[in-house]
């Protein structure tokens, strides 16, 4: 991969009204060739972000740059970037061909070049013999896939995608997921990618930033973000969580005692509570408790079954635990574990380095 | 290939069945048709049909001298006619004394041939005068016009009961005596002039609404909702207003004394004894009927443009191509069957348009309407007005069979 901040987002600011800011001094730096994803929930501003990279949007204050050049002053038409819309925002009065030669005729790329490029667009979606179909003779997978297609066939160098998989049915949208991704593979095209799907954000891309507030929460690779959230939000937007509200009452090396609001103390690993007195919310993943553990664990603790919630191939336990009766433990399907009833009491075990002190929500 | 009868369940075949349990739905379905079907062919198709019939109808003379062209059935129309002629128009023409009803047949007569009028007059006046026997003499007597044959084939020649001569005289067209299909003498011609003016005045004034409201179409279309709908009230009150009401605003504001006239002399464009006259002529018409018919156009624009993805113009632009050309190849081709629908719509209630024309459009700015009108309420000749409100009829379903087959009826978008 080349240019280490080949797109560049340097303190954007963005307001609509003037009075209130969309994107919030945001700092953002892509790889040449990367995947990264913008997540985050609506109104976080991540389609903002984009908009103003594709340059329907012009930032209020700061500055973008594409490979080393301010773009502000560039019209949307004259950036070069591959773009493809929630809607697919296809031509429905145009055939296919004619979709994905727009981009090449308004070049003014010869035909039989731009018949190359067309063709070798298409195959690329696999949809070859689809040229002379008008869009609305498409299911909605194939018509992503033109979109997909069109945003690529006149080779840019940076993508943008913008909720392109919303409006597909959930098998489908898993399978573009994953064409997507071998797409982005091959031919090493930068991708910026917006969705509010974390599963999509996880499975596709190198790097993920998380938005709220118009603000970048984290931007890691997705285990990271799974693994190790840098605050709450993200810890709670990503995956799974559970979550205990308490007070630092101890810091020894890499591990803390948190007070809870119900009196009990637990051990966990300080990540943005690091001092005595300070109030916290421990982050805990479901999977991450275990059980009647059969080795030592810093946290042991007696719950008992709310609910049992079958799953096929898992089952899910609510457990009132340490005052906190939404306590979610994920159990593996297996012959052994066929004693789990409602209103059981159970030991359950953790780490306190799986256990993030997180602040306070 | 004979296919199986499928039965339903009690064993009557399944068609029936069917037919059965729909029989009610169909019958509330056609009694709530009903009423508007009898209304739209009471008001509706019986007065059209009798419009169509009244134009081509021409029995009036065969009834009002139905002796004369019986006894004219054996005439060869060379020569003069023999007595039972001649004696045949004295009973029809002393029948209609008698009942004091010979003034409809002047000007008919007179329309066949000019020279009637003074001709059955006269000899109207002298017909007591008149004694049995000998008829065909007395006649040339009264008036030497009964001896000369073009007066008799004249009469004869209104003799058919049906007769498209309305329409002719519609297009400046007549009958000559041997009939021939001839154009009216040059300074009588004033219909093509009248239909000239009228396709004229309806195709500028498409084109100004289509101009005017292209643009605030998409303005609509694009503003946010807080905006678009005070502009589609803007667009919509005058609308909801009396026809007469705007019209004769126009008229306070075109008048030569009117406000539109001060601004122009206050800007001095014009010296103030030299103001424009801005009504009562082809100017008024244009104008007021552009405001006029401009939501008629805006409408079906804006719902097509409605539904236009502002994302497309977006697209479009990520490709590469410019304002310009993306507007040119993408935003415009999408618009045209609002565009069709709103000039189809605009032209043909262009076309027939009668009440602003009629105050504003003064002897210059008279549409055809107008003289429909006229010969509806001034000169009693139905028949013609008739016969131009035909030809208007027809030349609408022409506009609309050839908009068809351009662009394609169901290509057609009102909203």
């Given at each position: 991969m080349g240019n280490d901040h080949f797109v560049r987002f340097e303190n954007v600011d963005k307001s609509?009204?003037?009075?209130?800011?969309?994107?919030?001094?945001l700092n953002l730096d892509i790889e040449e060739g990367e995947f990264v994803t913008m997540l985050g929930p609506s109104g976080s501003g991540k389609t903002t972000c984009l908009m103003m990279l594709a340059g329907f949007e012009t930032p209020t204050n700061g500055q973008i740059y594409l490979d080393n050049k301010v773009i502000s002053d560039i019209p949307p038409h004259k950036r070069g970037i591959g773009m493809v819309f929630q809607n697919y925002a296809l031509f429905p009065h145009m055939t296919v061909y004619e979709n994905l030669a727009f981009p090449l005729r308004v070049r003014k790329i010869p035909k039989d070049e731009a018949d190359k490029k067309v063709d070798k667009a298409l195959s690329m979606v696999s949809l070859q013999g689809f040229e002379a179909r008008m869009p609305m003779q498409l299911s909605g997978g194939q018509q992503q896939r033109v979109a997909v297609a069109r945003s690529l066939v006149f080779d840019p160098k940076l993508v943008l995608m913008d909720e392109p998989l919303g409006a597909l049915d959930k098998n489908l949208r898993e399978s573009m997921q994953y064409e997507i991704k071998h797409i982005h593979e091959s031919i090493g095209v930068t991708v910026v990618y917006v969705t509010h799907d974390q599963t999509e954000a996880l499975t596709m891309s190198n790097r993920i930033a998380v938005f709220n507030d118009g603000k970048v929460q984290q931007l890691s690779s997705p285990d990271e973000l799974y693994?190790?959230?840098?605050?709450s939000f993200v810890a709670e937007f990503i995956g799974e969580n559970n979550t205990f509200a308490g007070e630092v009452s101890d810091v020894e090396g890499d591990k803390c005692k948190i007070k809870l609001n119900s009196g009990i103390e637990i051990l966990a690993n300080p990540i943005v509570a690091k001092s005595k007195g300070e109030k916290t919310t421990v982050s805990l993943r479901p999977e991450r408790a275990l059980i009647d553990p059969e080795s030592e664990m810093d946290n042991n603790h007696k719950g008992k079954i709310e609910e049992v919630i079958y799953h096929g191939d898992h089952t899910r336990l609510r457990v009132d635990l340490l005052g906190n009766k939404e306590f979610i433990l994920k159990v593996p399907n297996s012959s052994s574990r066929m004693d789990i009833k409602e209103g059981k009491e159970i030991n359950i075990g953790w780490n306190s380095v799986d256990c993030r002190a997180l602040d306070p929500k | 290939m004979s296919k199986e009868q499928i039965l339903s369940s009690d064993g009557i075949p399944l068609e029936q069945s069917l037919k059965k349990a729909e029989r009610k739905n169909k019958l509330k379905a056609v009694l709530l048709v009903a009423p508007l079907f009898l209304f739209i062919l009471i008001i509706y198709v019986f007065p059209i049909g009798d419009m169509l019939f009244r134009s081509v109808d021409d029995r009036m003379i065969t009834k009002m001298l139905p002796k004369t062209f019986k006894a004219m059935e054996s005439w060869d129309g060379q020569d003069l006619p023999d007595e039972p002629v001649y004696k045949a128009i004295y009973e029809d023409l002393k029948y209609l004394k008698e009942n004091k009803t010979y003034g409809k047949i002047i000007a008919r007569l007179n329309y066949e041939k000019s020279g009637f009028s003074s001709l059955i007059k006269k000899t109207v006046r002298k017909l007591k005068k008149i004694e049995e026997g000998n008829y065909k003499e007395q006649f040339i007597k009264i008036h030497k016009r009964w001896g000369q044959p073009e007066y008799l084939v004249a009469l004869r020649n209104a003799a058919p009961n049906w007769s498209y001569a309305k329409y002719l005289k519609g297009v400046d067209m007549r009958f000559d005596q041997n009939k021939n299909i001839v154009q009216v003498e040059e300074d009588r011609r004033i219909y093509k002039i009248l239909w000239m003016r009228t396709i004229n005045v309806a195709f500028w004034v498409t084109l100004f609404c289509f101009v005017l409201a292209y643009p605030i179409s998409h303005l609509l279309a694009t503003l946010p909702m807080k905006y678009s709908n005070l502009l589609m009230i803007c667009v919509l009150l005058p609308f909801w207003t009396s026809l007469l009401v705007r019209t004769s605003s126009w008229m306070v504001l075109l008048q030569q004394q009117g406000p539109i006239n001060d601004l122009i002399v206050w800007l001095g464009l014009a010296a103030d004894d030299n103001r424009p006259e801005l009504m009562y002529n082809v100017i008024g018409t244009f104008v007021a009927m552009t405001q006029i018919l401009l939501p008629f156009m805006v409408l079906p624009l804006y719902s097509v443009m409605k539904t236009i993805s502002p994302s497309l113009m977006r697209a479009g632009k990520s490709l590469g191509g410019t304002p310009l050309v993306s507007f040119v190849k993408i935003y415009f081709p999408l618009t045209i069957p609002g565009i069709g629908a709103g000039c189809l719509l605009v032209f043909i209630l262009a076309i027939g348009y009668y009440i602003t024309p009629a105050l504003v459009g003064g002897a210059s700015g008279s549409l055809i309407s107008n003289t429909i009108a006229y010969h509806m309420k001034s000169s009693l000749d139905w028949a013609f007005a008739s016969a131009l409100g035909t030809m208007l009829l027809v030349g609408v379903l022409a506009i609309y069979w050839v908009y068809n087959k351009l662009v394609g009826i169901d290509n057609i978008k009102l909203g």
């Open positions: 609509y009204d003037g009075k209130q800011l969309v994107v919030k001094g693994e190790r959230p840098v605050n | -």
